[in-house]
């Protein structure tokens, strides 16, 4: 799937190096102003202390935490935020992948349809539809390690497998946009085979029903 971006030139983005390192420039960045659908609180307050003791011994590669915690502190470059703090350098909060809607945290992560391409991607390769069926689960899980309306929290295989992926996918969102080209589905979910093949087989989910995938919150 080749997506040609409309909004994206030059002058407006040499955007890599310059958006993740204005986020520790810029001592004004308010984290509770910027979250995407549904959440509401401050990024920060999502997670209680049980939660960081179940994040920080997930045995991940170490490159996919960083990404992971800017999620879980809201501290990710997006376009809307860089547009806002620098509107010279970024001339549009329009996402440089679609070209079709301004780029806000939830954006950045499942919303664009891109995106949620690679999320479906995923789910389907992990055999997790039952457990993770739309973006909004995807986000769900992600931002608070729970799933479904009563937030169980997920279990620590399924948190290994989507905070692998989601290093790839942020990965591969800055190689598309820093060298300005089109974001590929393909080579997107090819990545992550590549990146974390081994470590999916040694997971236990394809073989374990979606039932048995949430923890009790009180078992964390």
């Known amino acids: 799937m080749h997506l040609q971006n409309p909004n994206f030139g030059a002058n407006d983005l040499s955007l890599g190096a310059f958006a993740l390192n204005l986020v520790y420039l810029h001592q004004g960045f308010r ?51 860089c547009h806002k703090i620098m509107p010279t350098k970024v001339l549009s909060p329009a996402c440089a992948l679609c070209g079709f809607s301004s780029e806000d945290l939830y954006h950045f992560v499942v919303g664009c349809h891109v995106k949620s391409f690679f999320w479906q991607d995923v789910v389907s390769l992990l055999s997790l539809q039952e457990l ?25 295989d399924v948190l290994i497998a989507l905070g692998t992926a989601y290093s790839t996918l942020w990965k591969y969102h800055w190689r598309c946009v820093i060298d300005e080209e ?8 090819n990545m992550v085979r590549q990146d974390h ?24």
């Open 31 to 81: 984290r509770s102003a910027r979250m995407g659908p549904p959440l509401k609180l401050p990024a920060h307050l999502l997670l209680s202390p049980a939660l960081w003791r179940l994040f920080w011994p997930l045995k991940m590669p170490a490159k996919a935490f960083t990404p992971w915690w800017r999620l879980l502190h809201d501290r990710v470059p997006h376009r809307s935020w």
């Open 132 to 156: 993770l069926p739309s973006a909004s689960s995807i986000w769900l899980a992600l931002t608070t390690f729970c799933s479904g309306s009563d937030l169980l929290v997920i279990d620590e």
């Open 182 to 189: 089109p974001w590929i589905a393909s080579a997107a979910i």
């Open 197 to 220: 093949s081994t470590l999916f087989s040694s997971l236990s989910l394809a073989s374990v029903q979606a039932g048995t995938l949430a923890l009790s919150e009180n078992t964390v």
